[in-house]
């Protein structure tokens, strides 16, 4: 029999051998209650990871990133966006852009 005092970390050592907890009862979750996702568990790099209903930023970057070339698409399917070669006279007004300089590493 268990008393008030019977809930200290070595309450099982005292206690008889039918009385003592199971590690499985110390582990086990609350009835009707899912168990708690491993957090450190990770999932293969060649793999997508599980749907989670959010998306991670680059997941939103690529989607929008998408509606944009769907919209490019439907423009030119329905004819309001021609995309044509430059002329001399516009690539000497509009010259290439230089490469942006590189960051180093910030660690």
């Given amino acids: 029999m268990r008393t008030d005092h019977d809930d200290r970390p070595d309450a099982d ?3 008889a ?3 003592r907890r199971d ?3 110390v582990t086990a979750p609350a009835e009707g209650t899912a168990a ?3 957090v ?3 999932a293969p790099v060649d793999q997508p990871r599980p749907s989670t209903g ?3 930023v680059q997941e939103q970057a690529q989607a929008r990133r998408q509606e944009k070339l769907d919209a490019v698409a439907e423009q030119l399917t329905r004819g309001t966006l021609v995309i044509r070669q430059m002329t001399d006279e ?3 007004r509009y010259p290439p852009r230089p490469a942006p300089a590189k960051r180093p590493p910030r660690r």
């Fill in 23 to 25: 590690e499985a009862d």
């Fill in 40 to 42: 450190t568990a990770a």
């Fill in 17 to 19: 051998p039918d009385e």
């Fill in 54 to 56: 959010r998306k991670t």
């Fill in 36 to 38: 708690p996702p491993d």
């Fill in 13 to 15: 050592a005292d206690a």
């Fill in 90 to 92: 516009e690539r000497l």
